[in-house]
């Protein structure tokens, strides 16, 4: 049972959610300043702040492992404010834009990325630019297909953190994100997560 604390943190967060993504589409000229408000609450009112993904490839592992669904809190922006190194994100890959990457968030816009080969030249993030890296220690980094090897990517291309994930019917639980992630996502959690649904979208 969702306690009514929980609750109200969520609807605070679906709210803002809501307005986000209207603010988004009516910035991007989709909608007008009439359809405004219309948009905030049909997006409240219908719209989850979660979806199943289904990861593929191992370059996560073992956090999230090939044959694992996952659940993904949808970002409609990305900024420093909204997600933080130490998360597990979702992102277009800057290779394929039709496909998406699972990545760790490693560094964000001002931090100094310092090569281990010697010839690179340290450099800083600019602004909007983020760091991603895979997880899996025996990749090596070619075949990781992270910014090792694509280079920083825009902030804006995040579109979700990745927030629980099921390996199996008995293998399950929460990713291990940032403490500001998490705690963000704790109600949306709480009120959405439905691990029978997510076991029925499985593929093995």
């Known amino acids: 049972m969702v306690s009514l604390p929980t609750w109200c943190r969520y609807i605070a967060h679906k709210l803002e959610y809501s307005v986000s993504l ?8 989709q909608i007008t300043d009439r359809e405004f ?3 905030v609450w049909k997006n409240f009112f219908q719209g989850k702040m979660t979806y199943l993904h289904w990861n593929k490839g191992e370059e996560m592992a073992p956090t999230i492992d090939g044959k694992s669904v ?3 809190r949808k970002l ?3 900024d420093p404010a909204r997600v933080f190194v130490g998360d597990v994100v979702v992102l277009k890959d800057p290779e394929k834009p039709d496909n998406y990457l699972v990545r760790r968030l490693a560094a964000i816009e001002g931090y100094e990325m310092v090569s281990t080969d010697e010839k690179d030249e340290p450099f800083i993030l600019e602004k909007d630019e983020c760091w991603v890296v895979a997880e899996n220690e025996k990749m090596k980094a070619k075949e990781a297909n992270d ?3 694509f280079g920083p990517v825009q902030m804006t291309d995040i579109v979700g953190r990745v927030i629980y ?3 199996s ?3 399950h639980g929460r990713i291990q994100n940032s403490y500001f992630g998490m705690k963000k996502d704790t109600p949306v ?3 959405e997560l439905d691990v029978d649904e997510m076991a029925k979208n499985q593929k093995v």
Do not use: F
Not at 22 to 29: A, D, E, I, L
């Open 147 to 149: 910014s090792r090897t």
């Open 165 to 167: 994930c099921l390996r």
């Open 76 to 78: 409609p922006t990305a």
């Open 189 to 191: 959690l709480e009120v």
């Open 169 to 171: 019917a008995v293998d």
């Open 70 to 72: 996952t659940l993904i």
């Open 37 to 39: 408000g219309d948009v």
């Open 22 to 29: 209207s603010w988004k589409n009516y910035k991007g000229g």
